[in-house]
């Protein structure tokens, strides 16, 4: 089958034989060369000598590249082979130059790539441009490192911005992409020494904390620019690997002053000690980025929810509001986690800011609760959630105040009134209506309610209950005697003395023969 597809693709169709001679031959022993190189760059990141093997076969990927445009400046290739010919050597030449790190032919050679791509991309239509523009894309990255390396200290902020943008790198320029943003950001370590967080100012002394905190401004700039929630996913994701590395390396320096944890109170000013507050500032990033993903899987599955007709003539899982409710939990449970960092209990401001923002996720949380009940017809169950909902909402717009600007960030409650309003009155009706289309008792007991059943005029109208169904009866009575227990009997002594003498004598005289 493979044989067969290969011929008549590449030329035996038209009887070239030519064509899938040789033009396929060498192609396929570039692409193996260059596919070999990538399978031994993942395996000399714990083997170093196998980069020599490396470089070999790139160097056989791109002689095969040459002897392929060579044969491509054939009569019997039209214009647009031999323009992808041309851009397949110089890509697979740049990747060469780029691993032996000479920067300017690396770059002259991914530009003249680039330059190539772009030019098909507009000649032919948008469906066959998406296959050069991704090439571009993918090689862009390595003009801007090696510009960096030839002196264009600007091409690191855009290199920062590609990689967060795509939630990370492939290729060769990934593990040097990464290796030249840590040294960068450890280049500005160097000049870090503190951090201020609610008005206290605090040391910090451990090198990956300061990398951490540098690039924190640059993630979170990179979730907000985000393009579709992959990508937003991926990047919270690494946000908080990052996070928790950085929490480590505070959790590590806490260990061998044991007695300083445990009395980390000064006994001048009763706070905790710099470290510990510092702990305390990296826990709290970690949970503000769980709890901000969180909320961002929330609204994607709240969008799933308003579309679920359609998920479900798809035949994909229909999201439930069980799934939102389980979300705002965990929420709830990071809020919780935050009101016990140590250093922030006599907070008041702080504490007053978390209650707020529990309330705003339990009337979510509530609203969706509500949901499940409505899903499921039980109309006064679901009532009186909405009920707690506007309760949890006008509480927080009563108490919000000084703290609206960090409750901007908060889903709007005014909104959530707004639905739940809306929820209220559809509820009562399909109440109404559930009690006015009440068609599963039969007719003969309901002839006093009104009810539009269409099954009346149907095959399966529901008259009366057949058979009947059982009816309790009064058994058969049973009679007990119980006179009997209070008669008094009159006394038979003297008649019973009497019987006993005639008795005997009766049986004296039967024993001689006499008879009376």
Same mark, same amino acid.
């Given at each position: 089958?493979i044989v067969k597809?290969?011929?008549?693709?590449?030329?035996l169709?038209?009887?070239d034989?030519?064509?899938?001679?040789?033009?396929?031959?060498i192609?396929?022993?570039?692409?193996r060369?260059?596919s070999y190189?990538?399978?031994?760059?993942?395996?000399?990141?714990?083997?170093?000598?196998?980069?020599?093997?490396l470089?070999?076969?790139?160097?056989k990927a791109?002689?095969?590249?040459e002897?392929?445009?060579?044969?491509?400046?054939?009569?019997?290739?039209d214009?647009?082979?031999?323009?992808?010919a041309?851009?397949?050597?110089?890509?697979?030449?740049?990747m060469l130059r780029?691993?032996?790190?000479?920067?300017?032919a690396?770059?002259?050679?991914?530009?003249k790539?680039?330059?190539?791509?772009?030019?098909?991309? @507009?000649a032919?239509t948008?469906?066959?441009?998406?296959?050069?523009?991704?090439?571009?894309?993918?090689?862009?990255?390595?003009?801007?490192?090696?510009?960096?390396?030839?002196?264009?200290?600007s091409a690191? @902020?855009?290199?920062m911005?590609?990689?967060?943008?795509?939630?990370?790198t492939e290729?060769?320029?990934?593990?040097?992409?990464?290796?030249?943003?840590t040294?960068?950001?450890?280049?500005?370590?160097?000049?870090m020494?503190?951090?201020e967080w609610?008005?206290?100012t605090?040391?910090?002394?451990?090198?990956?904390?300061?990398?951490?905190?540098?690039?924190?401004?640059?993630?979170?700039?990179?979730?907000a620019?985000?393009?579709?929630?992959?990508?937003?996913?991926?990047l919270?994701?690494?946000?908080?690997?990052e996070?928790r590395?950085?929490?480590q390396?505070?959790?590590?320096?806490?260990?061998?002053?044991?007695?300083?944890?445990?009395?980390?109170l000064e006994?001048?000013?009763?706070?905790?000690?710099?470290?510990?507050?510092l702990h305390?500032?990296?826990?709290?990033i970690?949970?503000?980025?769980a709890?901000?993903?969180?909320?961002s899987?929330?609204?994607?599955?709240q969008?799933?929810?308003?579309?679920?007709q359609r998920?479900?003539?798809?035949?994909?899982?229909?999201?439930?509001?069980?799934d939102?409710?389980r979300l705002?939990?965990?929420?709830?449970?990071n809020?919780?986690?935050?009101?016990?960092l140590?250093?922030?209990?006599?907070?008041?401001?702080?504490?007053?800011?978390i209650?707020?923002?529990?309330?705003?996720?339990?009337?979510?949380r509530?609203?969706?609760i509500?949901?499940?009940y409505?899903?499921?017809?039980?109309?006064?169950?679901?009532?009186?959630?909405?009920e707690r909902?506007?309760?949890?909402?006008?509480?927080?717009?009563?108490?919000?105040?000084?703290y609206?600007?960090?409750?901007k960030e908060?889903?709007?409650?005014?909104d959530?009134?707004?639905?739940? @309003?809306?929820?209220k009155y559809?509820l009562q009706a399909s109440?109404?209506?559930?009690?006015?289309?009440n068609?599963t008792?039969?007719?003969?007991?309901?002839?006093e309610?009104?009810?539009?059943?269409p099954?009346?005029?149907?095959?399966?109208?529901?008259?009366?209950?057949?058979?009947?169904?059982f009816?309790?009866?009064p058994?058969?009575?049973?009679?007990?005697?119980?006179?009997? @227990?209070?008669?008094?009997?009159?006394?038979?002594?003297?008649?019973?003395?009497?019987?006993?003498?005639?008795?005997?004598?009766?049986?004296?005289?039967?024993?001689?023969?006499?008879?009376?």
């Amino acid at each position: 089958q493979i044989v067969k597809e290969s011929q008549q693709q590449h030329g035996l169709r038209h009887g070239d034989f030519q064509r899938y001679r040789y033009l396929l031959l060498i192609l396929m022993d570039a692409e193996r060369a260059w596919s070999y190189a990538m399978q031994l760059k993942q395996e000399a990141n714990t083997e170093p000598r196998k980069r020599f093997h490396l470089l070999s076969r790139l160097r056989k990927a791109v002689k095969h590249a040459e002897e392929l445009e060579r044969l491509c400046e054939s009569n019997r290739v039209d214009a647009k082979t031999k323009l992808e010919a041309q851009a397949y050597m110089a890509y697979l030449t740049g990747m060469l130059r780029f691993e032996h790190q000479e920067w300017k032919a690396a770059m002259e050679a991914f530009n003249k790539c680039k330059t190539i791509y772009e030019k098909l991309a @507009n000649a032919f239509t948008e469906e066959q441009a998406v296959l050069y523009n991704q090439r571009v894309e993918e090689i862009s990255p390595n003009i801007r490192y090696c510009a960096y390396n030839i002196g264009d200290q600007s091409a690191i @902020n855009e290199l920062m911005q590609m990689r967060l943008r795509s939630g990370g790198t492939e290729g060769l320029l990934a593990e040097k992409l990464e290796a030249l943003i840590t040294q960068t950001r450890a280049k500005q370590a160097a000049t870090m020494s503190e951090v201020e967080w609610r008005g206290r100012t605090v040391p910090v002394k451990i090198d990956k904390v300061r990398i951490f905190l540098l690039g924190l401004a640059d993630n979170e700039a990179a979730i907000a620019q985000a393009e579709n929630e992959e990508t937003k996913e991926r990047l919270f994701e690494s946000l908080l690997s990052e996070c928790r590395d950085a929490i480590q390396a505070v959790r590590e320096e806490l260990k061998p002053d044991q007695k300083q944890r445990e009395h980390s109170l000064e006994n001048d000013s009763g706070k905790v000690s710099n470290i510990q507050y510092l702990h305390s500032y990296l826990t709290y990033i970690k949970l503000s980025t769980a709890i901000r993903r969180n909320e961002s899987m929330a609204k994607s599955l709240q969008k799933a929810l308003l579309q679920q007709q359609r998920s479900e003539e798809d035949g994909k899982r229909t999201p439930r509001p069980q799934d939102l409710i389980r979300l705002y939990d965990i929420i709830l449970q990071n809020l919780v986690e935050l009101t016990q960092l140590p250093g922030l209990e006599e907070d008041k401001n702080f504490q007053k800011e978390i209650g707020l923002k529990t309330l705003v996720y339990k009337a979510y949380r509530c609203f969706f609760i509500a949901q499940s009940y409505v899903l499921v017809k039980k109309w006064s169950e679901a009532l009186v959630l909405y009920e707690r909902v506007l309760k949890y909402a006008r509480e927080v717009q009563s108490g919000a105040g000084a703290y609206t600007n960090s409750l901007k960030e908060l889903p709007d409650v005014q909104d959530l009134i707004t639905q739940v @309003n809306a929820e209220k009155y559809s509820l009562q009706a399909s109440a109404i209506l559930g009690k006015l289309h009440n068609y599963t008792r039969p007719l003969s007991e309901r002839f006093e309610t009104f009810c539009l059943d269409p099954s009346l005029v149907s095959k399966q109208v529901s008259l009366v209950h057949f058979p009947p169904g059982f009816q309790p009866i009064p058994c058969k009575p049973l009679f007990f005697d119980l006179a009997l @227990n209070h008669v008094a009997f009159p006394p038979l002594e003297d008649k019973v003395e009497q019987k006993a003498k005639s008795g005997l004598t009766g049986y004296i005289k039967g024993i001689f023969g006499f008879k009376s």
